[in-house]
């Protein structure tokens, strides 16, 4: 499996910015669906973002579109998370996840955290008010 490490994370004021990397190790990343959640203190983690192989397509929730972009540089094995417009309740843990995929497109439906089966270890986003 891949190993994955987020990092970029820390405190930001309201209507801030930051962007989030998840480097991989032991696979290329190229392989790989990836997709990133968040889990709040004391609520589900939940779906953010995912990114198909080659970059060509993208899926968010609702709740960040048009704030947040994932994208991919398969040359550094890295995918990034910029967030824009941040607001107190994107405070939680972000978590990047990678999925092996055969094919180039994102599936149809199903992008829970079961379809994913490598994790990182998550990192913090404080997003003050």
């Known amino acids: 499996q891949v190993q994955l490490v987020e990092s970029g994370g820390g405190v930001v004021q309201a209507g801030g910015s930051l962007r989030l990397s998840c480097a991989a190790s032991g696979r290329t990343l190229g392989y790989y669906i990836v997709g990133w959640f968040r889990q709040a203190p004391g609520k589900e983690r939940e779906f953010v973002a995912a990114i198909s192989r080659n970059g060509g397509s993208t899926y968010y929730a609702g709740s960040v579109k048009g704030r947040f972009t994932i994208s991919r540089d398969n040359a550094k094995n890295t995918v990034y998370l910029q967030m824009n417009s941040l607001k107190p309740e994107d405070t939680a843990a972000y978590y990047c996840?990678?999925?092996?995929?055969?094919?180039?497109?994102?599936?149809?439906?199903?992008?829970?955290?079961?379809?994913?089966?490598?994790w990182g270890q998550g990192i913090q986003v404080t997003v003050s008010s």
């Open positions: 996840a990678a999925k092996w995929a055969d094919y180039w497109s994102l599936p149809d439906s199903g992008l829970t955290e079961a379809y994913f089966d490598s």
